[in-house]
C-alpha cells in the first residue's frame, strides 16, 4: 500500500512544482509550493525519517511560506504586467534546459540503477540505504530504461543487520537519537549554526535602524 | 477490511468532536447572555439546547454569494483548509488508555504541524498566531522536559505521580493566555472584530461556507482545551485531581 502513496506523494510534489513557476497569480504559486512541502515532508514521513517531516511542515510551511506571503501581500504586484506571452516565454528555456540537465547529470552519477551484487554488510553505502525503501512506479521505470534487470521480483530487499532484534541493545525514538548525535558528536557544527542564527536576528535590526542624530555613539547608549 | 475499522474509528471520533463543537456553541451563548442578565436562545429544544441544529440548517439553506472580483478557488480554499486542518489535529488525542486513533511517538511535533498548516485558512489572524506559537512551544516544552517523550499517552501516565498544575502552576497560566490568543478569543479577538465588522475576516463568506469556519473555529477551541488538560490536568485520568 505504501507503493501507491510514495508514487502520488513525489508525482504530486513534481506537478507542484512545475505549477508554482507555471501559473500566473503569485498567490497560487505560494500555494503550490506550500503542496510542494506538504508532499515532500509527507515522503519523508513514509521513508521513515519522521521527525524531519514534520519539522518539514514547521519551519517550511508554518514560518518560510509565510514569509513568502506577507512578502507579496506588501509588494504590490500588478498582474497584467505578469503574464509573458511568445518570445518572452521562450527566451529563458535555453537557460532552464542547461541547468536541468546539469542537474540531471548529477543525480544519475549518484543513484545507482541495478541492485544486483550489493553486499549486506555493506552498512555506509548509498546503494544500501535505497534497497530498503519500497520500489513504485518510477524507480520500476527507471530499472527498466537503464538496467538489465527484468522485473521487480529480481530485487532483493537486503537484511540490514542494524535493525536485527538480537543485536539492539537500546531503542532510541528519533529526537533521542538526533539529541545523542547532534550534542556530542556534532557540538561544534551546533555552536557554528547557532552563531549564524544569532547573527541573521541581531543583523537585519543593525542593519535597519534610524538614528535621528549625528552622534551615533551616544544615540546607543542613551 | 481494513480500511473500513480506519474509517469507523476516524468517525467515531469526528461526529462526537462536531456535536460538541454544536453544542459548545449554545453553552457560549447561554452564558454569555447570563453575563448580560438575560436568557439566551430558549426557544428551539428543551432550554434552547437544540440551537446549533437549527442554525446549521439555515445556514446549509442560504444562498451562496461571492463577490465578483475574488478568486474563487482561494475564495473556497481557505475555509475548507482551516476546517480539515482542525479536524485533523484530533488524531492523536488519548480519549482513554491507548484509545487513539494514531499513538504517535511524535504526538505534540504533529499537533504544533498541523496548527502551522490551519493558519493559511485567514491570513489575518496569522500574525498574531504567530507570535503567540513561540510561547506555547516554550511552554510545551516544559512539560515535555517533565515526562521526557513527545508522545500524549505518555504524557498523561506520566502524570500519575503529581499533575503538572501542581509544580508548574505559572507555566500553566502563561499557556492558557496564549492559548486564548492563539484561537482569537476575548481579549485577543482583533482579528475576528466583531464590535466594529459583522465578524470581521469571516462576513463575505455565506451558507455552507461560513459553517466551516464556525465549525473550524469552535473545533479549534475545543482542542486547544483538551490539549492543555492534557498537558496539565492529565486528560483521562483527570477524575483524581478532584
Request: net charge negative.
Amino acid at each position: 500500500m505504501s507503493n501507491f502513496l510514495l508514487d502520488f506523494l513525489s508525482l504530486g510534489a513534481i506537478l507542484s512544482g512545475i505549477l508554482v513557476i507555471t501559473s500566473k497569480n503569485p498567490v497560487i504559486s505560494v500555494l503550490f509550493l506550500i503542496s510542494v512541502f506538504v508532499n515532500v515532508a509527507g515522503y519523508l514521513v513514509l521513508l521513515g525519517i519522521g521527525f524531519l517531516g514534520i519539522s518539514y511542515i514547521i519551519v517550511y510551511v508554518g514560518a518560510i511560506a509565510i514569509l513568502f506571503l506577507f512578502v507579496i501581500m506588501m509588494l504590490n504586484i500588478q498582474l497584467a504586467e505578469l503574464s509573458a506571452v511568445g518570445s518572452e516565454y521562450t527566451q529563458s528555456l535555453p537557460l532552464g534546459g542547461i541547468v536541468g540537465s546539469l542537474f540531471v547529470f548529477e543525480l544519475i552519477s549518484i543513484l545507482p540503477f541495478s541492485f544486483k551484487g550489493l553486499s549486506t554488510f555493506n552498512l555506509s553505502s548509498v546503494s544500501n540505504t535505497f534497497s530498503e525503501s519500497s520500489l513504485g512506479v518510477i524507480n520500476w521505470f527507471n530499472t527498466l530504461l537503464v538496467s538489465s534487470i527484468g522485473s521487480t521480483n529480481d530485487v532483493h530487499q537486503v537484511f540490514d543487520a542494524a535493525h536485527a532484534t538480537d543485536s539492539n541493545f537500546t531503542n532510541y525514538i528519533q529526537i533521542e537519537s538526533i539529541g545523542q548525535s547532534l550534542y556530542t558528536y556534532g557540538s561544534i557544527w551546533l555552536l557554528l549554526t547557532s552563531i549564524i542564527l544569532l547573527l541573521a536576528i541581531v543583523g537585519p535590526i543593525a542593519l535597519s535602524m534610524k538614528t535621528n542624530n549625528t552622534d551615533h555613539l551616544y544615540t546607543l547608549y542613551r | 477490511m481494513n480500511t473500513l475499522i480506519s474509517v469507523a474509528e476516524s468517525l467515531s471520533v469526528i461526529i462526537p468532536i462536531l456535536l460538541v463543537v454544536a453544542f459548545t456553541t449554545v453553552a457560549e451563548r447561554k452564558t454569555m447572555a447570563s453575563m448580560q442578565r438575560r436568557l439566551g436562545p430558549n426557544t428551539v429544544g428543551y432550554y434552547g439546547l437544540l440551537q446549533a441544529f437549527a442554525d446549521a440548517l439555515k445556514l446549509l439553506l442560504k444562498e451562496c454569494v461571492s463577490p465578483t472580483q475574488s478568486n474563487l478557488v482561494l475564495f473556497f480554499l481557505g475555509p475548507i483548509i482551516t476546517l480539515v486542518f482542525s479536524l485533523l489535529g484530533y488524531a492523536v488525542i488519548p480519549f482513554g488508555p491507548g484509545l487513539t486513533v494514531g499513538d504517535l511517538p511524535l504526538g505534540i511535533l504533529y499537533l504544533l504541524a498541523v496548527s502551522s498548516l490551519s493558519t493559511y485558512g485567514s491570513l489575518r489572524s496569522t500574525a498574531q498566531l504567530i507570535s503567540y506559537e513561540l510561547i506555547l512551544s516554550s511552554a510545551i516544552l516544559l512539560v515535555v522536559m517533565f515526562t521526557g517523550s513527545l508522545n500524549l499517552s505518555i504524557s498523561v501516565e506520566a502524570q500519575r505521580v503529581i499533575t503538572f498544575f501542581v509544580p508548574l502552576l505559572p507555566v500553566f497560566i502563561i499557556f492558557f493566555i496564549g492559548a486564548i490568543a492563539e484561537t482569537n478569543r476575548a481579549p485577543f479577538d482583533l482579528a475576528e472584530a466583531e464590535s466594529e465588522l459583522v465578524s470581521g475576516f469571516m462576513t463575505e463568506h455565506s451558507a455552507a461556507i461560513f459553517v466551516f469556519f464556525f465549525l473550524a473555529e469552535y473545533a479549534s477551541i475545543v482542542l486547544i482545551c483538551i490539549f492543555t488538560c492534557i498537558l496539565f490536568l492529565s486528560g483521562y485520568n483527570s477524575i483524581f485531581v478532584f
